[in-house]
């Protein structure tokens, strides 16, 4: 069964003959899983290799691991191997944390990509049944189905085709959309001719088909093309890109300054060997060992928990993305609603009935006592209701539950609670055709035909789709007039339902006097005679309210999509406490009113449109975008493609969405919850948060370490007996690593996995990307100045009269090792916590912090150790200043102090935006 069959060239049956497949049963379950293992699993090859050589080959481009392996040679070289064996290991423990933190990203994303490829399903024959099987489970000779909102998910042989086009852009590389059909064709017919195939990643632009698969995986032609083409490595996140690329010139420049820092100490009459050593320490603390890799990691987690939370992340841009989402615009239907349709009211005989009762249940309520005598027209309406339904309710162990559409679903269940049974009437009723709902005409209709060969034409649909195309009104079993003035009262009706929050459809009918030549809209929906209106209510969701507040407490502007009427959506926004008026809801048609210009000025204004197509959608975002805003969207349908595909982040929910709109997103919601969905936005703003604050750590204990190392330089050029001269240049190049490792690695392992709070939300967006934004470059120099400050303050005081130098590097070292222990605290903290909670709130900071300490006193105390860090013990009175600075290191100063409003630059490598502005929440 290679891909080289010549597959167009055979009659379906031959096809089928040669797959060993049933062109109407399709496979068994049992055949399927055997191919399964014999052909493995469905799709694309992916470049595989070893995570260890991954780690290894990034440690090697480091610039900090050639840096330590010359200084460890340039202490053997001098004999103080004690110290080059320190060296050595503590890059060990460096790249061992590094690789740890690179691995465990790694491996997430790998089984990422295997769940979002298990995400995807296809309609497929198995054992004569329709079934949703993953794509991945798809084998040579299964018989899928497929339709408009559907992605091709393997090479196939068309077995039918009604109607049907398919855009084959992906496989013919350019613009192409072709009819498609089931004839043989010849054996030199070109790839791009072959009318008769399907290929995985094509979709349907028109119509319907069925086809047998005939390859899949490396063997469909999408694999095949992309064969020897070398793809680019990915960033994890835009964050991470540019912090590669600053870090790649920052590198550079510090390379440079080290050697002019070298040249000039040799002229000052410093020994080279010290010299070399002092400015490899300035070298080896102003870039942090492990900061991208601590980064990615940050968001990697948080990408986890959105899994954990059924929030399947796609593109890791996307997931970046909603960190900085400004506007999150959501369809109501099953999102921010239970989509639990239930019929409340029903307008017949020129009055309205009440109906009793919640859900799919019928027994849970009915119509009121003798409401069928005196609305005559009721069977009527409910029968039509009935009808026009292509859903399935039944009564399972489980409960009543509705499978297909939910709105069908109330309406069949409404008739059953008015003595109308779908089944029953299906005896004497025969379908003739359907002509489907579609956007554009807002309404279906179905021809039946009677026991008696009577045809009748039942309709569903908006109201003024439906009075468009009826001239006449049932009442009281008898036709009248649908004049002005009665369109007026059933307009009004609507409006009734639409201020409590109920959806209306409207019903008619009417008896063809002959059969058509052709059933068409032409022929069959005219002259109708209206029945009346079923007022529909979907529960909002439990948690949809505190969605939408906290939406609002974190500057996202929440948007609702309906396709319900202005009146019925105002009322759901103002529910849900999206609008305070009507003034802040727009219509579909208001809409198309509107200029661009016009529009423009006025699109912060709305947070609720109603009766919107989605060309209304795509208007919507493209204007908010335009002003500035980055926008989330959350969608399910076929026709939703297109907005998901156009926002900032493209939002899907339910793990059986429409593939086209599954392919076009970059995450999934496997609960449909608007609520998932504003939870994911906080979740990512706190991984990117801990990202962020985890550049602002690492940054400030290099500003101070290289602050004090250069103002100490500066001191002894004037001062030599106040710093001790460089017998053992080593002992700074050790301070500055075990500061790097305790101060720097262990306690960022925990930062990483920092929780989201309650005021994670409040601390607004970020801007994605900027590593310098909200004023982090005056934070990371005030801390690191004021810290340096300190680091020498305690110096001085333990060095006294005496002159101890020794003692009073300890200090100094201590004092740089334990504040910015202490520092973590302050910069993981969010806004929503105190000065005490947060050193209780990370656990896992809180004990990597004691440990770091513990072994930090080791080295200060303990004689073997302290030997070769050339410390010494400290006395009661050298805490003094220690303590000191901790507690000052303990007060945000550095936000206290910072200029307000200081933003980074415009990077115009990462093509960032020249404003922030976001539409006023």
Known sequence: MASSFLWHTQEADSVAHELKTDLEQGLSNKEAASRLIAYGLNKLPETTHSLWQGVFFRQQIS????????????????????????????????????????????????????????????????SGRVKLVEVTALVPGDIICFEIGDLIAADGRLIEANNLTIDESLIMRVSLITEKGVDTLGEDTPIH??????????????????????????????????????????????????ISKKGLRFAGGCVVFSVVLWAAMMLAGVPPLAGFMVSLSVLVAAWPMGLIEAVIMALAVGIKRLGERGVIVKRLSGAEALAEATVICSDKAGLMTQKQMTVKKVFVDGRIIDIEGDGYDPESGSFPPGAEDENPDLPLLLTVAAMCANTEVKNTPEGWNVTGDPTEGALIVAAIKGGINKDEIGLSLTKVVELPFDSERKRMSIVFKSSKDELFVFTRGSLETVLDISNGLQLHGYMDTLDIGKQRAIWAVKHSFAKNGMQSLAFAYCQLEEEPEEYTIQTLERNLIFIGMAGIVDPLRADAKRAVQKCLAGAVKPVIFTDDHIDTTAAIAFDLGMVKDGSETLSGEELDILGE?????????????????????????????????????????????PVIAEADIGIVAGQTAASIATDAADILLMDNSFATAVDAVAEMRGSYGNAMKIIRYLLSGSVTVVTAILIALIISIFQRNFFPPPSAPYMVFLHVLWINLLAGGIPVLAMVFSPVTDGTMKDGPYLCG??????????????GILTAFLVLTAYAFSLGSQMDQSRAMTAALTVLVTSHIVFAFQCRRTSDEGFFRKYLTNKLLLGFALFAILLHISVVYIPAVSHIFGTEPLMLRDWIPILVALVICSFPLDELLEPRGEEEPENQESGEPDDGKIVDA
């Not at 064996?85 to 491996?107: C, D």
């Not at 899949?216 to 490595?233: H, R």
């Not at 975008?625 to 349908?637: E, Y």
């Open 63 to 126: 610039l900090m691991i050639p840096v330590l392996l010359l200084a460890s040679a340039m202490l053997i070289i001098a004999g103080l191997w004690s110290g080059a064996f320190v060296v050595i290991g503590i890059l060990v423990i460096n790249v061992i944390l590094s690789g740890f933190q690179t691995i465990r990203s790694e491996q997430f994303l790998r089984s990422l990509r295997e769940l979002t490829n298990r995400l995807m399903y296809a309609r497929v024959f198995r």
């Open 193 to 242: 001719q072959r009318k008769n195939m399907v290929f995985m990643g094509t979709t349907p632009a028109s119509g319907s088909g069925r086809a047998v698969v005939t390859s899949t995986g490396t063997q469909t032609q999408l694999a095949q093309m992309s064969k020897g083409q070398q793809t680019e490595k990915s960033h994890w996140s835009l964050l991470e890109s540019n």
């Open 597 to 641: 210009k016009e529009y423009s000025s006025l699109a912060g204004r709305f947070s609720a449109y109603a009766d919107v197509l989605p060309v209304h959608k795509l208007r919507i975002i493209r204007t908010l975008r335009s002003k500035g805003a980055i926008t989330a969207v959350v969608g399910n349908h076929t026709n939703d493609a």
């Open 770 to 783: 900027r590593i310098f934004a909200n004023g982090l470059k005056s934070k990371i120099l005030i801390r």
